[in-house]
Structures are given as C-alpha cells and as structure tokens.
C-alpha cells in the first residue's frame, strides 16, 4: 500500500491506538520469532531505506529480533538467513535462525501484515482507542494491558461482529460492544426465564461464540423473519418456530 502523503524517511509518535492495533496482533507475540511479546513496532521497510512511519508498514516485534534484523527489510533479512546457513563463514548475518523461527518466515509475515489490515479491526481500535495519547512507555503498556483484558472478556473478537444498522457517526457499533449505544439500538429489558433455563442459554451463546444479548438479538431477528414470512401462521404457537424468553408485559 503505498501513499504519497506520508513522510518516509523519519518517524513521528504514533497514537496510542496504532500501538495497541498492532502489538495485540499475532496474538501478542513477535512476528518474527512467534514466541516473546511483542513491545515495539518495527519497520517492515525501514526508515533508512526511504520506509513510512505509519500503520501499513509495521510489524509487531520482541526488542531482540527488531534489534537483530536492524536495517533490513524481512526478505532481505530472510535472504541473508539462507546464504548464512550455506556460507556461514562469510558475514551474512550473525547468527542462524531456529527451525521454529525459519519455518513459515514468509507465510507469518503475510498472516500478520493481513490481521493489522483488516479494516473493521482497524476501526474498532481507532474508535475505543484514538483519542488516547500516552505520555511515556509505561502509559502506553497500562494501555496495553487494559486493551488485553478487554478483548479477553469478548467471547470472540469483536470487530467480526455486525454492526447493529448502518450509521453515519464514526463510533463503535458493533453488536457484541458498543451496539446498545447506537441510536438505532433498543435494549429488550425484563426477560423472565429459570436460573436453569439461563444457565443453558448462557451456555448456547458461549458454543456458537456470541455473548448472551448477540444471541438474543439473533433469536429476534428470526423469529421476526419467520412471521413475516408467514412461517408460523394466524394461531401458530411461537414456540413452534423460534424459541426465546418470555417478555413480560
């Protein structure tokens, strides 16, 4: 991706969501090696060789390798890798890659660069975390923390989630977040059914990876469909088509 707008050959401090959107990718670890944290977000073309500092051109790395590859782009540093384990002796690098590091070199970088691309995770980082600006690293890593302990409360991610309608506001929509927000959204209240009955839903939702509400929404939406289109007849039993809780009146 490129852009003529963006400055290449210097770096800027990024906002605090661009950290989090990139060191929470490949699930916290380093591109490169797959197994330390990631803590610092590397250049994938570097800025000595004319690189942006911006989202696209980013990789999230653990401090030894971001430091090892040093001014290298990750095909060069892989070439190197190759004619170090064929001529040691002659300078390419330093030191050789581990199987587990070498094996799937290319394949993880493309996994990784796809994940912190996707525009809808993308969004969702901007929209929890754009306005945030850090002052110092350990600001920034509170930030991370807390944007850990977020997602692992989601019972799956929730930028794969629907948006509950389409909006005009640029702000998180997404049903299994911030849709109860949206201004389209209405929250169905005073739902009647046995602990036994909620315990048993409650586990539905977590197997098909929906929160309770996105699967209530789900069950709704249905059972509205299904009477529209005539499914369940004039004195058909609701029950019948779509089953869910009782509303009491």
């Known amino acids: 991706m490129a852009d003529a707008t963006v400055p290449r050959g210097s770096r800027a401090k990024q906002a605090t969501y661009v950290w989090l959107m990139s060191l929470t990718a490949n699930e916290g670890r380093c591109t490169y090696c797959a197994v330390q944290p990631s803590t610092t977000l590397d250049h994938e073309q570097p800025v000595a060789s004319n690189g942006a500092d911006v989202w696209w051109n980013f990789l999230p790395a653990c401090k030894p390798c971001n430091d090892w590859k040093r ?15 064929d001529r040691p002796r002659d300078g390419f690098d330093t030191r050789k890659m581990s199987v587990r590091m070498f094996s799937g070199f290319e394949s993880r970088i493309e996994r990784v660069r796809r994940e912190i691309g996707d525009p809808n995770r993308r969004d969702w980082f901007r929209h929890h975390f754009g306005a ?6 350990d600001e920034l890593w509170g930030h991370l923390e807390r944007c850990k302990e977020t997602l692992a409360s989601y019972p799956h ?3 794969t989630t629907p948006c509950v309608a389409p909006s005009e506001l640029d702000v998180c929509s997404r049903r299994i977040c911030c849709g ?3 201004p389209d959204a209405r ?3 005073d739902v009647i059914i046995g602990p036994g009955q909620y ?3 409650s586990k539905a939702a977590l197997d098909s990876n929906m929160s309770v509400g996105d699967l209530m929404s789900t069950l709704v939406v249905r059972y509205l469909r299904d009477r529209h289109e005539g499914a369940l ?6 029950q019948s088509a779509t089953t869910i809780p009782t509303q009491r009146n």
Not at 71 to 85: T, Y
Not at 132 to 137: G, H, I, L, Q
């Open 71 to 85: 001014g290298r782009s990750p095909l060069e540093w892989l070439i190197d890798q190759k004619l170090h384990r």
């Open 132 to 137: 945030d600006r850090y002052k110092n690293k």
């Open 157 to 159: 991610l929730p930028w």
């Open 180 to 182: 109860w927000r949206h």
């Open 187 to 189: 929250t169905v209240r």
């Open 199 to 201: 315990a048993e839903f």
């Open 233 to 238: 007849g004039s004195h058909a039993d609701p």
